[in-house]
Nanobody, 116 residues
């Protein structure tokens, strides 16, 4: 079993920045991909950014150039640096960890609110 915990959400004005962190813990797992997803009120959960264990990133068009995903060497932590935040970035941000063997694990989510 893998536990996933996010942190770093909060409220910020448009144009501001936030950094999200996610830590995966447990025994005997090997990560091959990690990612951030978000869900706005009344909308489906959507991909924000993913990163493979080799460091290769992928971004949604809506955040490319403003957000940066990164990870630690081992693959237990993933980060999301969010700059130039917009009101439409508001939502609950979830971390997803994909492990070898085909399973994946979600965190509980952290709220990000962008408002003036």
């Amino acid at each position: 079993q893998v536990q996933v915990a996010e942190s770093g959400g909060g409220s910020v004005q448009p144009g501001g920045s936030l950094r999200l962190s996610c830590t995966a813990s447990g025994r005997g797992f090997a990560t091959y991909a990690m990612g951030w997803y978000r869900q706005a009120p009344g909308k489906q959960r959507e991909l924000v950014a993913t990163i493979l264990i080799n460091g290769s990133p992928n971004y949604a068009d809506s955040v490319r150039g403003r957000f940066t995903i990164s990870k630690d060497k081992v693959g237990n932590q993933v980060f999301l640096q969010m700059n130039s935040l917009k009101p439409e970035d508001t939502g609950v941000y979830f971390c997803k960890i994909n492990v070898q063997g085909g399973r994946h694990y979600w965190g509980q989510g952290t709220q990000v609110t962008v408002s003036s």
